[in-house]
């Protein structure tokens, strides 16, 4: 069954430093979305991404974040200057069809350690 | 506002046992409802969705209305459902919309 491939798994980054969360989605899907759980608490949305372009974003994924989808096939998420409270697992997700009751399916995610 | 609400954090069960994880949401339109399990560490899973009213692993989980409810119900719990349930609501207003996540509750089979 395909999957969603999140790399790397575990990202360690000095507080100040730029991030690049790195995933593939399943390959036919057209809408991709992140979402971080901080240690804890809850999964919270941070953006979804369909036809080339943001569809909708959190009050979370403020200027410090962007998402590309460069090359057809990776979706990144970048944080342009970490910090602390950006401490969280990041999980991706992507889903075929923005149809009624279709599943998200998502990635292993990505531990970010902000130090 | 979307909001799901598991109220209970932790829950704890012998093996055998029913088991129901509450959840309850609050949505003006029409819900789409999930049911995804984390087990140890590993990805979110798709454990069911309201509208194909299957049972997976034993579970099964029916959309309540008019109590804005979509508990999630297993007869005769197993040690290997041991793991992390979580609730999620998209909305049908927007394609592709966003999920909605609950606290989550962790269940526990005990032999």
């Known amino acids: 069954e395909p999957e969603v491939t999140q790399t790397p798994s575990h990202q360690v980054t000095q507080m100040g430093q730029e991030v690049i969360l790195r995933c593939v989605p399943i390959s036919n899907h057209l809408y991709f979305y992140w979402y971080r759980q901080i240690l804890g608490q809850k999964v919270e949305f941070l953006v979804s991404f369909y036809n080339n372009e943001i569809s909708e974003k959190s009050e979370i994924f403020d200027d410090q974040f962007s998402v590309e989808r460069p090359d057809g096939s990776n979706f990144t998420l970048k944080i342009r200057s970490t910090k602390l409270e950006d401490s969280a697992m990041y999980f991706c997700?992507?889903?075929?069809?923005?149809?009624?009751?279709?599943?998200?399916?998502f990635g292993d995610g990505t531990r970010l350690s902000i130090l | 506002a979307q909001r799901v609400t598991q109220p209970e954090k932790l829950l704890s069960v012998f093996k055998g046992a029913p088991v129901e994880l509450k959840c309850n949401y609050s949505?003006?339109?029409?819900?789409?409802l999930f049911w995804y399990v984390q087990y140890s560490r590993q990805r979110l899973q798709l454990l069911l969705r309201?509208?194909s009213r299957e049972s997976i692993k034993g579970f099964t989980a029916d959309l309540n209305k008019g109590e804005t409810s979509f508990h999630l119900k297993k007869p005769f719990a197993q040690e290997e459902d041991s793991a992390m349930y979580y609730c999620a609501l998209g909305g049908e207003e927007t394609s592709g919309s966003r999920l909605t996540f609950g606290e989550g509750t962790q269940l526990t089979v005990n032999p």
């Open positions: 309201h509208i």
């Open positions: 949505y003006s339109g029409s819900p789409e």
């Open positions: 997700a992507s889903l075929s069809q923005g149809t009624y009751n279709q599943p998200q399916h």
